[in-house]
Nanobody
Framework: QVQLVESVGGLVQPGGSLRLSCVASGFTLDDYAIGWVRQAPGNEREGVSCISSADGSTYYVNTYYADSVKGRFTISRDNTKSTVYLQMDTLKPEDTAVYYC????????????????WGQGTQVTVSS
């Protein structure tokens, strides 16, 4: 059974940092693309970032970042812990949203890709 569990988000001041984690079970990270998707009230879902194996490799990955977060967010994974991380730096109020971890097959990252499995979501609020 595929399961994705996100860490608790939180309240962060503008300019601050926060790291989200997503623990995956029921599948191998190498076999799926793992993405972070966010949704703010009244807005459509936005694919923030994605990570997937490059050419089936465990060590080399492909990543994708939305323009809105490029240079501020970093996605990474630890296969030994079946965990994907989203390091969010220089946070802005417009980053406020519910963040979802999602998994999709095949393991490729591209803008607006679809995902089959979703976590429960975690709230991130950026405010002073």
């Amino acid at each position: 059974q595929v399961q994705l569990v996100e860490s608790v988000g939180g309240l962060v001041q503008p300019g601050g940092s926060l790291r989200l984690s997503c623990v995956a079970s029921g599948f191998t990270l190498d076999d799926y693309a793992i993405g972070w998707v966010r949704q703010a009230p009244g807005n459509e879902r936005e694919g923030v970032s994605c990570i997937s194996s490059a050419d089936g490799s465990t060590y080399y990955v492909n990543t994708y970042y939305a323009d809105s977060v490029k240079g501020r967010f970093t996605i990474s994974r630890d296969n030994t812990k079946s965990t994907v991380y989203l390091q969010m730096d220089t946070l802005k109020p417009e980053d406020t949203a519910v963040y979802y971890c999602a998994a999709g097959f095949p393991p490729s990252c591209e803008p607006r890709r679809e995902y089959e499995y979703w976590g429960q979501g975690t709230q991130v609020t950026v405010s002073s």
